[in-house]
């Protein structure tokens, strides 16, 4: 039995209370709010544990939300996805939300530097805060989408960030660290390894 919508197809689809357009992240605070991205609507839902909605948070095209245990800060990752219109561009960025009492965006990041592949498959790229630290640590990672003619295989991996004024500044770089290490890393020529 669904928490919310319907498993009937397209009997939830829309924009108007309680209806959604490409669910594409759930996530729960403390209080057991319960937050969900609405992709194609450009908004998160937020309900109580009972079913009852509480508020809209506009936001450009959600696609992970993370909530710091601190501080309540609500962090919304926004890129592509699979959504019935992969043609249109979304640039890959990080938002920083006050709080559920107060959603505006305080601070926006520009994820840099990666490849997003748009395909019908599945996520390209995932995105994940750690606030387990002294600050806040951005981890975002994108897919190798493409064997026929790959992209540069080095924006395909994780990256570490921490956050500085409005900018997300590297911290590592994983398909650097690869390439030191093992030299090629770019896989075979549409996917066909020849010894």
């Not at 397209?10 to 992709?39: H, L, M, P, W």
């Amino acid at each position: 039995e669904p928490f919310l919508g319907s498993l009937e197809k397209d009997k939830s689809k829309g924009s108007g209370d309680g209806q959604f357009d490409v669910v594409s992240c759930v996530a729960i605070d403390k209080e057991n709010r319960i937050y969900i991205g609405d992709f194609n609507n450009d908004r998160i839902h937020v309900y109580d544990e009972n079913k009852n909605l509480l508020k809209y948070i506009k936001v450009t095209k959600p696609v992970n939300i993370c909530i710091n245990p601190k501080n309540n800060e609500i962090f919304v990752f926004s890129f592509n996805i699979p959504n019935g219109n992969e043609n249109i561009v979304v640039p890959a960025m990080l938002y920083q939300i006050k709080s559920f009492d107060n959603p505006d965006i305080i601070k926006s990041y520009a994820i840099p530097d990666v490849a997003i592949p748009v395909c019908t498959n599945g996520f390209g790229c995932s995105g994940a805060i750690d606030f387990f630290g002294e600050e806040p640590i951005v981890w975002f990672s994108a897919i190798f989408g493409e064997s026929y003619r790959p992209m540069d295989i080095k924006k395909s991996n994780t990256s570490i960030y921490k956050m500085k004024d409005s900018k997300l500044v590297e911290i590592l770089d994983f398909g650097s660290e690869a390439e030191n290490t093992v030299g090629k890393i770019r896989p075979a020529h549409h996917g066909r390894q020849r010894l």
